[in-house]
């Protein structure tokens, strides 16, 4: 089985996207991540639901935890204010090294697919053909696929 048979269709968002939005559809689809496009369609990043979690919790709370009991209701209740007026290239990671873009080819296995996930601990991976998504493996995918007997 390739990739582009098991590749479903799932929402992507550009670097340019508004943060908030973005976060929204994570949100409201429970999705682990997003694919993060060019202009063309053509996947440059993955970002992790985590990660925009991460964005929301301020520097001095993410160094010590412990101040996040001290903070105020209607300061925990503003939280997701900090997404406004951000892109969500703002929410990227700054990469320490070079990473792997987690996309496969169409016509690569599930094997493949699960060691390219695997080596980026990543939940999802773009499948494209070309340069062009054409959908996405997400981990819960491939697992439904490698167990269904």
Do not use: W
């Not at 209740?77 to 969500?88: F, M, S, W």
């Not at 494209?128 to 819960?140: D, L």
């Amino acid at each position: 089985m390739h990739a582009s048979q098991i590749a479903e269709d799932y929402p992507s968002v550009t670097v340019n996207s508004d943060a908030l939005e973005a976060a929204k559809l994570l949100a409201e689809h429970r999705l682990p991540g997003i694919v993060v496009t060019d202009g063309d369609s053509a996947p440059r990043a993955v970002l992790p639901a985590s990660q925009v979690v991460r964005f929301l919790v301020p520097r001095y709370v993410q160094d010590d935890p412990s101040l996040a009991g001290v903070l105020s209701e209607p300061v925990a209740d503003r939280i997701a204010d900090t997404l406004r007026g951000k892109t969500v290239g703002e929410l990227l990671p700054e990469p320490k090294t070079k990473s792997v873009l987690p996309v496969a080819r169409a016509d690569d296995t599930v094997v493949e697919v699960a060691a390219l996930m695997a080596r980026c601990r990543c939940p999802l991976v773009a499948v494209v053909e070309g340069t062009r998504m054409i959908g996405v493996i997400t981990a819960s995918r491939l697992l439904q696929v490698t167990l269904a007997t």
